[in-house]
């Protein structure tokens, strides 16, 4: 699994910064924002869903949330309904579900497509050399230059795991 993720780093390093700064964004309240918003920071960007056998990760992504916010880190979630159809809800359902029962603090963004001609222009960049995403949960880690750090699939546990020996590595924290 790590040389799996090592190599898939290196592949997708080719990434430029301004490419994935370069995407406009909607929050999930209908705001606009930019990755520019994040320069300088790291960040995890999350393909979610609230119908999931993953969904349970959003404590985990809370918590390394919480843990590393202060240092320049921060999670950045994307409701999609791609897969399985487990995103059925508006925005402002994912809202309620996320902060009553997760108590999720950490941006989320309005739904978004990943398959197809409608696909996310941010997600047609984070895979373009790394592949397409398989399902919920798929993490993308951007490092502190903007740029694509390491990708972990569903199954990673946010916390004590690969994801956050990444972020610490990308934070440049012992």
């Known amino acids: 699994m790590k040389i799996l993720l090592a190599a898939l780093a290196m592949t997708t390093a080719?990434?430029?910064?301004?490419?994935?700064?370069?995407?406009?964004?909607?929050?999930?309240?209908?705001?606009?924002?930019?990755?520019?918003?994040?320069?300088g920071k790291v960040v995890l960007i999350v393909n979610v869903a609230s119908e999931c056998g993953y969904t349970g990760q959003y404590a985990g992504l809370q918590a390394l949330h919480d843990k590393y916010a202060k240092q320049g880190f921060s999670i950045l979630g994307f409701p999609c309904n791609d897969f399985g159809g487990q995103e059925p809800g508006t925005e402002a359902d994912i809202k309620t579900f996320c902060t009553s029962r997760y108590s999720v603090t950490f941006p989320m963004f309005a739904k978004v497509k990943l398959l197809g001609t409608e696909k996310h222009p941010l997600f047609l960049n984070l895979t373009t050399t790394g592949g397409e995403v398989a399902w919920n949960f798929e993490k993308f880690l951007i490092?502190?230059?903007?740029?694509?750090?390491?990708?972990?699939?569903?199954?990673?546990?946010?916390e004590g795991g690969d994801i956050e020996a990444a972020v610490k590595k990308a934070l440049g924290a012992p």
């Open 14 to 39: 080719s990434l430029s910064a301004s490419d994935l700064q370069s995407h406009s964004l909607k929050t999930i309240d209908g705001k606009d924002a930019s990755l520019k918003d994040y320069a």
């Open 143 to 158: 490092g502190k230059d903007g740029s694509l750090f390491s990708r972990f699939g569903s199954d990673a546990e946010p």
